[in-house]
């Protein structure tokens, strides 16, 4: 007797699952092999949110920010059929940077100073020179070259300065600039009280002790004339620095104005480096002053001295020397 075969619920119910799951399968495959079911599967994987995450954690992949493009401006022209038009290419946006506007200023800039060097507008063609007596304008222009220069490269402190050096006559100077092309110098002259002649130099000299050279053939000319055979010594350096020019002591020209006062008419006076001052006389003998101290006394003693010897004396003195207040001599002639 054979036993028939029974049939269990859980054996059919396992093979119901299994049919159920191979057809979702079959299903699916179908789906990806179409291109309606591409599509779909595209579009389920762009909604997808991505996670991002801080840090890093080993083998997991990060997500990668999207970068946001900006799209170029639409123009639509319609036409003019009602309902109608045409949409033309976009227009990128451009947009200036920080960079690309500090290039354009810049460059601007250089424009603007290539056309202001350069103008002949800017360029100097009037040099205004007030308060000149001995020196023509000529001269002083020739020596400071400016015309046809830009306005902005004189510097009123330089300039003045420079004339300071170049013309030591001039005992104040003011320079002032008037836009466009003109500059004005105001100055000062230095007034001489004698000349100094020394070797081949001519030397004009102020009451300030100042020296400064002689210019021009037809220059009118103190009378007092001092012949020197070597210059005094000289003022502190910090001092001469300053001047830029020589400068004979305020006592020394204090002696050489008192002595010219007392000395005879025709008289020539004379600067010695070792024996100080003296004065040739007109009735033929030298004197020697020596140095400025004590003049006063010093001249009485003189004409003391020439009226004794004019009454003692047959014969003419050759020098008289007024050097030392106690003891002055005098040299007869042999």
Not at 259 to 267: F, K, M, N, T, V
Not at 275 to 304: C, F, H, N, Q
Not at 318 to 327: C, G, K, R, T
Request: proline share 7%.
């Amino acid at each position: 007797m054979k036993a028939k075969p029974t049939s269990s619920p859980f054996i059919k119910t396992s093979s119901l699952n299994a049919n159920s799951w191979t057809g979702k399968e079959r299903s699916k495959s179908r789906l990806r092999s179409s291109a309606t079911g591409r599509k779909r599967i595209a579009e389920m994987e762009a909604r997808r949110v991505p996670v991002l995450m801080r840090g890093t954690i080993a083998g997991l992949p990060m997500a990668t920010p999207r970068r946001s493009v900006k799209a170029g401006r639409r123009l639509d022209v319609p036409l003019g059929v009602p309902g109608t038009e045409i949409r033309l290419p976009s227009i990128p946006q451009i947009q200036v940077g920080w960079r690309l506007l500090s290039a354009i200023l810049s460059l601007a800039l250089l424009a603007l100073l290539y056309l202001l060097w350069t103008a002949p507008v800017f360029r100097i063609d009037t040099v205004n020179l007030q308060g000149l007596q001995r020196i023509s304008a000529r001269e002083v222009s020739i020596e400071l070259n400016l015309e046809n220069h830009p306005i902005f490269t004189v510097d009123p402190q330089t300039l003045r300065e420079q004339i300071i050096t170049q013309f030591p006559e001039f005992r104040s100077v003011e320079v002032s600039l008037q836009f466009p092309n003109k500059v004005t110098i105001q100055v000062e002259e230095r007034k001489p009280i004698f000349v100094w002649k020394q070797d081949d130099r001519t030397l004009l000299v102020d009451a300030e002790g100042v020296a400064f050279p002689l210019r021009g053939e037809n220059a009118r000319l103190p009378k007092l004339v001092i012949e020197a055979s070597n210059f005094p010594q000289p003022a502190p350096t910090e001092l001469q620095n300053e001047l830029r020019e020589l400068l004979l002591p305020i006592d020394l020209v204090s002696s050489i104005l008192s002595i010219s006062a007392a000395i005879p008419e025709g008289a020539v006076l004379f600067y010695d480096g070792e024996r100080g001052l003296g004065w040739r006389d007109p009735r033929g003998w030298t004197v020697y002053v020596g140095a400025s101290k004590d003049l006063g006394l010093k001249m009485k003693i003189y004409e003391l001295m020439v009226k004794k010897i004019i009454k003692k004396e047959e014969q003419k003195p050759v020098l008289i020397s007024i050097e030392y207040v106690h003891a002055p001599y005098y040299r007869l002639e042999r």
